[in-house]
């Protein structure tokens, strides 16, 4: 079994920064891809960014510039540093992981909320 646990949500002013953090955990050998998407209300869900075990990575253009994705592969953690943060970016952040024959494990997310 695998658990994948979001964290760091939370409400920030338009222009702040936050650092969202996913854990995975339990009987894993490896961890290939992991990503970040978000879902705002009303709207279909979209990737944000993506990782590699190597750490070739992709964005999304909206976010470009201002979000970093990076991991720490002896932690099984995956993290999205979010900059000049905008309304538009308030959405439910999730995390997944592809691990060991090649499973993707999802977590129930985080919110963040960009207002003043």
């Known amino acids: 079994q695998v658990h994948v646990v979001e964290s760091g949500g939370g409400l920030v002013q338009p222009g702040g920064s936050l650092r969202l953090a996913c854990a995975a955990s339990g009987s894993i050998f490896r961890i290939y891809d992991m990503g970040w998407y978000r879902q705002a209300p009303g709207k279909q869900r979209e990737l944000v960014a993506t990782i590699t075990r190597f750490g070739t990575t992709t964005y999304t253009d909206p976010v470009k510039g201002r979000f970093t994705i990076s991991r720490d592969n002896a932690k099984n953690t995956v993290y999205l540093q979010m900059n000049s943060l905008k309304p538009e970016d308030t959405a439910v952040y999730y995390c997944?992981?592809?691990?060991?024959?090649?499973?993707?494990?999802w977590g129930k997310g985080t919110l963040v909320t960009v207002s003043s």
């Open positions: 997944n992981a592809e691990v060991n024959n090649g499973m993707v494990y």
